[in-house]
């Protein structure tokens, strides 16, 4: 393929989405290097974030580039398939700390790249979708999203909770502090758990580096926040059955996952670059199909609308604070997250993502409550 004719191809897949080259809209891209067309057409979406971290493209408002082109369903006509999501954010983040390794400061709080999750995520470190609703800024929203699972949850002063993937410890901190229940979090990665314990200190929270199927004990209560979306789809039904044998008889258990629209078992070069290799986010009918025999479902949400707003927080935070980093880490650092956040944006506000709370209990538990009122029936308790 000649540079002229994949520039006039990738031109007219472009303006299938309504995007130009060259044109004044937020939208519309500028191309700094010629060679952009080829290594996009021929290369997908993969090509398209990495030739943007390199300085090819640039357009005012990605979230904006990105929600055209999934929605106009171009990331089906350029190959090699699938389009990166927030699974390639995950992915981006794990090669940004592979980098940061080697440049960062030895000083950064966490470690290398701590310094720019903590300047990115607010004050909570919460690395999952917040919850706007009420919510004045970032920080609300991330106490709002931790909130809601904990009313789901129903959680008593006292219980005991199992977080199955809990990172940082974000969640087992809010619950230990605003609902003085003792938390046990595993995660498999070391560098996220030695912080977590740091910023849980003084409060009833046990962390441990572990994988969350090889968790044995009962609890009241057990969460799962981001981590179906990094489990292999062979290892669903695994990880409902770890889950469920945790749960007391009578407890609750909550899902929180991001999810897909299609079954298609395919997984993008750039989306299997990240944390957990060969997992993908799961639709509704995988997840119901892992429960079956281990779960009830009580209550199914969806909250996809709200991590596109989660997104573009988080990007207005970095590029605030990118310029007392840039020293440190230099710009294609931050192009590399820069793009992975609004491509995810674009994904969920395309509604090519979704996020998924379910609120589940064992099979035997005896029936929530069904309050009545006169003329008006209500909610059972559970999952309400």
Known sequence: MTSEQAESDMRALLSRAGIAVGGGRPWDI????????????????PALGESYADGWWEADRLDEVFHRLFRAGLHERLAP?????????AGRFRDFRASLRSHGSAGARSGPGGDVFQAMLGARMSFTCAYWKGARNLDEAVEGGMELVCRKLELKR?????????????????????????????????????????????????????????????????????????VALGDY?????????????DGIALIHAVGRNDGALRVDPWLDRSLFPDGAAPTLARLAGAMEGHFVAEDVHNLGPHYDPTLL????????????LRGRYGDRAYRTLKV???????????????LFQIVMTRPGRAQ???????????EASVGA
């Open 30 to 45: 500028r191309v700094a290097d010629p060679e952009f067309y080829r290594r996009a057409l021929t290369g997908g979406g």
């Open 81 to 89: 398939g699938p389009w990166p999501g927030l699974r390639a954010l």
């Open 158 to 230: 006292g219980m005991s909770v199992l977080d199955l993937g809990c990172g940082w410890g974000a969640f087992a901190r809010y619950a230990a502090e605003r609902h003085g229940v003792s938390v046990t979090g595993v995660d498999i990665d070391a560098e996220r758990v030695k912080l977590g314990r740091e910023l849980c200190k003084g409060l009833p929270v046990a962390l441990r580096v572990q994988d969350h199927k090889e968790v044995r004990g009962r609890f009241d209560r057990v969460v799962s926040i981001g981590l179906m979306e990094n």
């Open 237 to 249: 039904r695994a990880s409902m059955a770890a889950a469920a044998q945790c749960l007391k008889a």
């Open 313 to 324: 927080a988080w990007h207005d935070n970095l590029a605030r604070r990118w310029p007392e």
């Open 340 to 354: 992975s956040l609004l491509c995810a944006a674009g994904g969920f506000r395309a509604r090519r993502s979704q």
């Open 368 to 378: 929530p409550p069904c309050r009545v009122e006169p003329g008006r029936p209500r």
